[in-house]
């Protein structure tokens, strides 16, 4: 589950709340229980994992379910390599993250360049820093307290606290915002710099020269299944604090508002 299925359930989403009823959740993960006659890609049996496309669907289907009604458009196979438990952690985070650096890329920079990474505990943050460490940026990740250790392992150039003063560790020529923190955040970015957001933040000024760009996620089933695949391989890692049967689904949110989870929180089904 996301911070984005709380959102839903209090109407802070793109495009303005969702009149109830509807089902919250975005990633899924299982094995197909039937097919539809013009669908050639997947079996029953088949092992899969994908993302309800939320800001189309707006919960009709959602994730919340014991079985949901997808488009085959919206899943990939899922690797043997992988548990369905670790699966559901990856699609929106990693996509996210993915598309998100692609907008930093836009600013032309260069390997070696310094990207501030903020939220790096979380599951965006986290593939974000990965990613921004395989594309050849020199990364400074924000983590949470008593999440350093977790944060170096991800193999960034720098581990920042929580705690530290955003614009101290500046200037660098990009921020990717994953938390977000807006102002505080972007003050560490170069004059004529970039900072991508996942959510709307206040503009910056414009006498700095810094483009500021806004992440929503777009379904990119081939990219999907890149990133899966890169789990499964180990090539990127995700963490997963808790499962939780979907039954309890009020209490995880409860747990994602109150704050201090270390990994993903995981709704399953079944025993």
Known sequence: MHPADVAATTGEIPLGPVPPPFLPGWDIAGEVASVGPD??????????????????????????????????????PLPDELDFVSAATVPLNAMTAHQGLGLVARGMLLAGSSVLVTGASGGVGGFAAQLAVQSGYRVLAQA???????????????????????AAVGPVAAVF??????????????????????????????????????????????LLADLVGQVAAGRLRTRVAATMPLTEAAAAHRRVLAGGVHGKLVLTVGS
Do not use: C, K
């Open 39 to 76: 669908t050639a890609q997947f079996q029953v049996g088949d092992r899969v994992v994908g993302m309800i496309p939320w800001y189309l669907t707006r919960g009709a289907p959602g994730g919340y379910a014991e079985l949901v009604a997808a488009d085959a458009t919206w899943l990939v």
């Open 144 to 166: 949470s307290t008593g999440d350093e250790a977790w944060v170096h392992s991800l193999g960034v150039n720098e581990v920042i606290s929580r705690s530290t003063e955003l």
């Open 177 to 222: 915002d994953a938390v977000p923190i807006g102002e505080a955040a972007a003050e560490a970015v170069q004059n004529g710099g970039v900072v991508v957001t996942t959510r709307p933040t206040p503009a910056i000024l414009p006498s700095r020269g810094v483009r500021q760009d806004l992440q929503l996620i777009r379904l990119d089933r081939e």
